[in-house]
């Protein structure tokens, strides 16, 4: 799980674990890069069923780094509405390429979160919350007033789809209009998700990912032992805020269009709730709880008017009955076994 | 030269003075012990050494340095380091990962490094092991060296939280009442454990509220009462004191073991 795990605690069965997890990894990459896109290649409507709920379980990654400083983060809509802006205004008004856009609105949403996050990181609990929840939707009125630079409420539509990314003559992406377009959004959000997993695992099982999880546990401790709170708060919120960026941007591309009410509250509150649901102690909850619960959720369209009530009926029996997230499921041992030394 | 000085330190929240006009120059090596009735300043008094509050007026001066109202994490790093009153531990970590979290300060390695896990990175958690493993033998913690710690027996939460602070290799160890709650037995063998950790070359200070204790193991002590300066001497001159015994241990003279 972790550096300081690995040199603590040396079960006799952690290899075997280990080449076990790397299958389980191997074939669910092979699923979803193979077998889904050509299973499904005649159906884009699947297709984009798939792809939105990467790139949703992208955008909620980062907030689930930001539970991980112990801060409920109900802002993450705000800063996909920023990144989806940042594209949107910087490939239509300025003519910029989609590749360039793309990290632009990444750095663009990082840095914003940097400098409200000076601010706001301040705050705990509800308040941290109750402020992010304010955040989304003062962003959200900003973009409605923003007059012809923003487009007002009908927001800014003819937005290119991602042109050819070459180097020295070599086609590294094709043009996404001369392509199969679900395919290609379908891959793009695909390599989003897998960088964005990988990277956030990275940092959570990394000495940061402890520095991370001992401000979740007592900011004034480490304080007291030298631990710069306020730049490490900063830091997780800032990386959480570019993956929501990123995560705009990709949406914009991929409508070609964008408005105000494109990411609102709901939308904040259910990439919190993927994370709370996949399951918070897991780097995969997000994935697993947005996959789920969207997919769920598409299914469920055929139940019409009881769509709503049939899916919050479902989320509130997970969180019932699973407390811990849904991967919580796959682990009885361990839930045994520190059930055994609380009592 | 004095390492710790304090100067005409003074603390208002609001009207009330928590913090009067203190002064005192705590020298190397020294275990200094700071007591007075409840609500005599004593705490506040630490956490504007820390910097965790900022002083109204007075400085704070360590090895020379004015450190008076830097971040709390940067007077860390010059050496000044505290603990806290009961349970203050990262909760969910074992022993051992709270002692290496608590490493940060020796760190060479940048984020970007331990996210790369470059070789310098892999060298300070390597160290940070071996480190964590010394202190925990130090403090006698090897037992449950892999407890998580919210399931510690309560005798043991203490010594974790002073193994943190030793991770973070203070000049200045500032305890916050570390035999409060504790049986004498339990009072003894912390009582060894600081005499032990100032035999290692750190200057102690302590708030502390058992008599027994602080007249066996203090050097000096500061008697505080709202806020003000009662007296300042070695424990026998303090137990002999008028104005200590007239402010504060005269009512009470049990708690004093005399």
Redesign the interface.
Known sequence: MSSVAQGTRKGVGAPNRAVSMRIVLGAFLVVYLIVLPSYFAESPYILRVITTASVLSFISLGVWLTFTIGRINIGQGAFALIGGYATAILSTKFGMSFWVCLPLSGLIAGLIGIIFGLGILRLKGVYFAMITLSLTEAVRLGFLSGGDFTGGAPGISNIPLPDELGLFGITLIPDFGKVDTHIAFYYLGAVLLILGVAVIWRISSSRLGWIFKSLQQDEELSRSVGINVARYRVMAYAICCFYGGIGGAFFTVSQQSIYPSVFGVLDSLFFILYCFLGGLAFVFGPIVGAFLLFILFELLHELQQYQQLIYSLIMISIMLWLPNGLLSLRLPAASWRSRNIRD | MALLTVENLEKQFGGLIAVNDVSFAVETGEIFTIIGPNGAGKSTLFKLI?S?TRPTSGRVIFEGEDITGL???VV??KGV????QET???????V??NV??????R?RAS?LG??V?SPL?RR??QEF?ESANSIIEILGLETV??E?AR?LPHGYLRELGIA??M??EPKALLLDEPFSGMNPEETDRVVDMVRGIRDRGITILLVEHDMRAVMRISDRILVLNFGSMVALGTPSEIQTDEAVIEAYLGREDDELGI
Not at chain 2, 81 to 84: N, Q
Not at chain 2, 100 to 105: D, G, N, R, T
């Open positions: 820390t965790f971040p709390a994490h860390a790093r380091v505290r603990t806290f203050t531990i990262f909760k969910e970590m074992t051992v990962e290496i979290v608590a490493h940060h300060l760190s984020s331990f996210f896990n990175a300070d958690e092991r060296r892999n998580q399931n943190i602070a991770a973070a």
